[in-house]
């Protein structure tokens, strides 16, 4: 049978999704493949029919028990031999599966890679006419990554010791976390790369410093009212307080967090689903499960920790491909909060300069001077042509020559002994004469008073950029001094220039204090 015929005959779908075509003939083929794909995007598919097209029977490794049952149900019911082997099974199964690989007639072997630590298994397989190796989930052998599972080391060995190619699957599309996963699962073999279906082009992408948080969230909310959004909250006090402030503005809205009693998180997931225009407003807990197609809005009230989970939380919306709209909003508290959270967590040094890195590039994208699709895109390694269909494209910023005041500002860090925040070094290049300035004597420093043509808010917003561009980080162990970067060397030296959003520092203009 043809792959369209299978297609057709076991899976019922008359065509391909994006991408699934390609993946599948290259791993049909018997070449050493992986497969970049969002979730959602079709990935069991590009395993799933190669093993029905291929002679003997292809091991799928996979770290979730739930959708290996889930998939082996859904083989059966389409008349699939398959099986899984995990510590779920009834003695029943487990028999059936033995039975039809002794007898060869097995198409597919789900298993965790737990499984295979045994050596009864290892020697099974070795028995077993195994003519492909799955790997769902690749990103797990990423020692980096949140979802590292040691026993996904042994699959390189498993493929070694019965050489036949392997596939591996990931949603998961920065490029270390690729070349790890080609690293150890495929010995740095020759893979073929595919990446495929990143861009969601009915999603309207936007990012927008905090000016009025509150405020401005509300807008947002208020110019899209009777539809149904979410506002992710970088705080479970957050949702509250957000959704008191939805609700009298008139809308109709709730809060969600995993502080709540289950029942009522279900409540709210039952309501979302059934009511047209409900606004949740959510920490990242909610939206695992939730299967709406008209989800028409997401707004970000707090910066995501990274690019993956921002396209995660923002991928919720316009599951039906019509029309939706996306607003991220970030500012200098998001910046530290986000720092300090890698700072303080638990994870291994290494992990946490990866976390800074995944932050950096979110930073980045937030800052972005031109197509922010693109650069979303280009951060996936998907090479894309301006979209014309977000904020940048729409009104492209305004650059100026930042060089100038950047080396001010990384001066009177350096001079202090990089220990103040961006607060005290304002007083210091504006030549305002604070008792803290005068007590360290900092009014005496060159470059005091050397940027009196910023006032105080457009100094934020130049500091705000420079932490968005990684010149200069909040270091937790010295409450959140700013501390420089290697980045801000050549710019120091000066032997670099940069560009610096012009608008953003126009508009700027020094008034009550603003919460950021
Ligand atoms: P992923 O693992 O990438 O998240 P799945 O393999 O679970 O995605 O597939 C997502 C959904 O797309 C499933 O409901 C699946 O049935 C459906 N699907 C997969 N391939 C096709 C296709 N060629 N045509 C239509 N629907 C498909
Ligand atoms: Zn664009």
Known sequence: MTALQLLSDVFGFDDFLPGQGEIVEAVCAGRDTLAIMPTGGGKSLCFQLPALARDGVTVVISPLIA???????????????????????TQEETDYVWQRLEAGTL?????????????????MLHRANVSLIAVDEAHCVSQWGHDFRPDYLRIG?????????????????????????????????KVEVFLRGFDRPNIHLAFAAKDQPRQQTLNFATARKGQSGIVYCGTRAKTETLARALAEAGHSTCHYHGGMEAEDRREVERRFQQEDGLIVCATVAFGMGIDKPDIRWVAHADLPKSIEAYYQEIGRAGRDGAPAETL?????????????????????????????GRL?????????????RQSLLRYFGEEAEPCGHCDLCEK??????GTQPVRMALSAALRTDERFG????????????????????????????????????QWQVIFRQMMGHDLLRPDAERHGALVMTDKALPLLRNEAQIELRLDTVRTAKTGPKVRM
């Not at 149900?73 to 510590?87: C, I, Y």
């Not at 950096?360 to 922010?372: M, V, Y």
């Open 67 to 89: 959708l290996m049952r889930d998939q082996v149900r859904g083989l059966q019911e389409a008349g699939v031999e398959a099986g899984a082997l995990t510590s779920g099974n």
């Open 107 to 123: 198409k597919l072997l789900y298993m965790a890679p737990e499984r295979l630590a045994s050596g009864s298994i290892a020697q």
């Open 157 to 189: 060995e498993l493929r070694a010791a019965l050489d036949v190619p392997l596939v591996a699957l990931t949603a998961t599309a920065d490029a270390e976390t690729r070349d790890e996963i080609i690293a150890k699962l495929f010995a740095s073999r």
């Open 328 to 356: 991220t909003l970030f500012g200098p508290d998001d910046i530290r909060y986000r720092r300090q959270q890698i700072d303080e967590g638990l994870a291994p040094p290494e992990r946490r300069d990866a976390d800074h």
């Open 360 to 372: 950096n590039a979110l930073l980045g994208l937030a800052e972005a001077l031109s197509c922010r």
């Open 396 to 401: 492209p910023p305004e650059v100026f020559d």
């Open 422 to 457: 961006a607060g005290h070094l304002i007083d210091i290049l504006r030549g305002t004469s604070t008792d803290k300035v005068r007590e360290r004597g900092h009014d005496a420093l060159p470059t005091f008073g050397v940027g009196k043509e910023y006032d105080k808010r």
